[in-house]
């Protein structure tokens, strides 16, 4: 079987992109590496178009078509960190404002303050600040995938315990409600000590130890 730099060398304008062969023409990928399909991907649907290109001329167009590729895939790949950094910011924002219980309509609030800075410090970000986007709508779901993220962080974690223990510890809110604090300490079959918050309960009736255990209980179904 020939080499993919033979095919280049006799001008079939091909190049191998992401393991597998891509026609620098129609930007088509080619499935099957074989001299065959390349011929008759070639022959069917460009010779007609290039085979009048030859000696020089023909390798300047085949260098000018690879440059057009690269400069494709270094756009595409500048707009997908642009737009994760866009991402990875609105989560950082959101995890601030849950943190410190914010209200969550602040996140626009604090994109306001974000443009003001960058329009001023560093202009050439203003646009991945107004890419961003922190209404109350998105920070809620922001910090609903970080409270989901965590959660099933901690029961692999808990999961993963030989033997633990539970710690209670009940107090009350600035709104005179009982609030039943659940820790666990465990430890795995490694001798790892695992120690969260498992959960924090709010007991709007009475605090008896029936209803203490109904709290247990239901954290652990969870």
Known sequence: ??????????????????DSILCLICQEKIAVFKEYNIKRHYSTKHATKVDCLMGQ???DRVNSLKQNISGQQLLFKAANQSSEAATKISVLIAK?????????????????????????????????VEKTSH??????????????????????????????????????????????????????????????????????????????FSEVKHAFLI
Do not use: W
């Open 57 to 59: 001329v023909r390798i």
């Open 1 to 18: 079987m020939s080499s993919l730099q033979d095919f280049l060398d006799c001008g079939f304008f091909v190049i191998e992109h992401n």
């Open 135 to 212: 209404s109350h709508q998105t920070i809620a779901r922001r910090v609903d995938d970080l409270a989901s993220n965590i959660q099933d962080s901690l029961i692999q974690r808990v999961d993963a315990c030989q033997f633990y223990s539970l710690g209670l510890d009940e107090s009350t809110d600035v709104s005179d409600t009982a609030q039943l604090a659940i820790f666990i300490r465990g430890v795995t079959k490694n001798f790892y000590i695992v120690e969260e918050l498992l959960d924090l309960c709010p007991m709007k009736g009475t605090t008896t130890g029936k209803d203490i």
């Open 96 to 128: 601030a404002i849950a943190k410190r219980g914010k209200p969550l309509s602040d996140g626009e609030f604090v994109k306001d303050c974000l443009g003001i800075f960058t329009s001023v410090a560093c202009p050439d970000k203003k646009s991945m």
